[in-house]
């Protein structure tokens, strides 16, 4: 299914967000200044979210080619009200981490929803500005799925691109053997922005072939001793977190068709021989995915909320840990 496809009706999808103005600018021109809108920031401010800010709930309602709007018992706004996708900002935190801002609009507010997460008290650059087209769906912001071509390790041992899989296939899982497929998502995105796949060549993490995946798809990394400050040796890692430039990289442009993967409890699959997950399905992971693909997902597993793998969810700081500890 493509995310063209019938007009959807989605209802109680949930995000959490920040008032605009609980982000300021500790350093730069528009010092002491709230968030603003893409005419007003200047790219490299450095931006901190206030120490007291509490995030709350954003609901939201989204129909066929009419407006999103803000959903029954949202916490944010008033219920009805139109909300619009203004922009997207680029930020960079202290150990050279990118981060995105969606700035969401109402009538009478504006909030800022992290794609990836945020803390207080820490310096984070602006680097860029994209205005966001006005068809933009803000529930199509982020996505977890394997592209088209992907080798998935079979049950046997075998391989099987993605785009051959059936539901009921007997994929092999790290923690509970062979595993029946329960239902697999197909949507073809422009890749630009939010949806242009990371690409890590073949060999480089171990991997037997180009291994291409959305930039919020985790990877599972196995230490044999676990590196301080991390709670565990497994770790989770988003692959946008993975990016150095180099050896792995953003590929923008063009169209991509990306596939994910349900299984009866979040697993750690093998794409391309090395680990990574497959989509948990829960309110949070199920806000990112298309709202075509979340409704058949939500249709298809109704009551079900699945629990993530036991492994650590790192970011590009403890990645960082991991290859000093490493480098001794």
Same mark, same amino acid.
């Given at each position: 299914?493509?995310?063209?496809?019938?007009?959807?009706?989605?209802?109680?999808?949930?995000? /959490?967000?920040?008032?605009?103005?609980?982000?300021?600018?500790? /350093?730069?021109?528009? /010092?002491?200044?709230?968030?603003?809108?893409?005419?007003?920031?200047?790219?490299?401010?450095? =931006?901190?979210? &206030?120490?007291?800010?509490?995030?709350?709930?954003?609901?939201?309602?989204?129909?066929?080619?009419?407006?999103? *709007?803000?959903?029954?018992?949202?916490?944010?706004?008033?219920?009805?009200?139109?909300?619009?996708?203004?922009?997207?900002?680029?930020?960079?935190?202290?150990?050279?981490?990118?981060?995105?801002?969606?700035?969401?609009?109402?009538?009478?507010?504006?909030?800022?929803?992290?794609?990836?997460?945020?803390?207080?008290?820490?310096?984070?650059?602006?680097?860029?500005?994209?205005?966001?087209?006005?068809?933009? *769906?803000?529930? &199509?912001?982020?996505?977890?799925? %394997?592209?088209?071509?992907?080798?998935?390790?079979?049950?046997?041992?075998?391989?099987?691109?993605?785009?051959?899989?059936?539901?009921?296939?007997?994929?092999?899982?790290? &923690?509970?053997?062979?595993?029946?497929?329960?239902?697999?998502?197909?949507?073809?995105?422009?890749?630009?922005?939010?949806?242009?796949?990371?690409?890590?060549?073949?060999?480089?993490?171990?991997?037997?072939?180009?291994?291409?995946?959305?930039?919020?798809?985790?990877?599972?990394?196995?230490?044999?001793?676990?590196?301080?400050?991390?709670?565990?040796?497994?770790?989770?890692?988003?692959?946008?977190?993975?990016?150095?430039?180099?050896?792995? %990289?953003?590929?923008?442009?063009?169209?991509?068709?990306?596939?994910?993967?349900?299984? &009866?409890?979040?697993?750690?699959? =093998?794409?391309?021989?090395?680990?990574?997950?497959?989509?948990?399905?829960?309110?949070?992971?199920?806000?990112?995915?298309?709202?075509?693909?979340?409704?058949?997902?939500?249709? *298809?597993?109704?009551?079900?909320? /699945?629990?993530?793998?036991?492994?650590?969810?790192?970011?590009?700081?403890?990645?960082?840990?991991?290859?000093?500890?490493?480098?001794?």
């Amino acid at each position: 299914m493509s995310a063209s496809a019938a007009p959807f009706f989605l209802p109680g999808q949930a995000f /959490q967000v920040f008032d605009a103005e609980d982000f300021f600018v500790a /350093q730069g021109v528009n /010092q002491d200044d709230a968030l603003g809108s893409p005419d007003m920031v200047c790219a490299g401010d450095i =931006y901190e979210l &206030d120490r007291n800010a509490t995030a709350v709930r954003l609901m939201l309602v989204a129909g066929g080619d009419g407006p999103t *709007r803000l959903a029954a018992g949202t916490e944010a706004g008033r219920a009805g009200d139109p909300v619009s996708l203004e922009a997207r900002y680029t930020l960079m935190d202290p150990q050279g981490g990118k981060v995105e801002l969606a700035i969401l609009t109402t009538a009478s507010s504006r909030f800022a929803l992290p794609l990836s997460p945020m803390a207080p008290r820490i310096g984070y650059t602006l680097l860029a500005i994209d205005t966001a087209p006005q068809s933009a *769906r803000l529930t &199509d912001l982020l996505n977890v799925s %394997f592209a088209r071509g992907t080798m998935i390790t079979l049950s046997t041992g075998a391989q099987k691109p993605i785009e051959g899989l059936e539901p009921g296939d007997q994929v092999l899982t790290r &923690d509970h053997g062979p595993q029946p497929i329960r239902w697999i998502g197909r949507a073809t995105l422009r890749a630009v922005g939010a949806f242009a796949p990371v690409i890590i060549p073949a060999g480089t993490m171990g991997n037997s072939g180009d291994l291409i995946v959305s930039q919020h798809h985790r990877m599972f990394l196995y230490q044999r001793k676990r590196s301080k400050g991390l709670p565990t040796a497994e770790v989770l890692v988003q692959a946008k977190h993975l990016v150095d430039g180099e050896a792995i %990289f953003i590929r923008d442009g063009g169209m991509v068709d990306y596939f994910s993967l349900v299984f &009866d409890a979040h697993e750690i699959i =093998y794409a391309e021989g090395i680990p990574a997950e497959s989509l948990m399905v829960n309110e949070a992971t199920l806000n990112r995915l298309p709202p075509d693909l979340a409704a058949e997902v939500k249709a *298809r597993f109704p009551g079900l909320s /699945q629990n993530q793998h036991f492994g650590t969810e790192a970011g590009r700081a403890a990645l960082d840990v991991i290859a000093q500890r490493k480098a001794l």
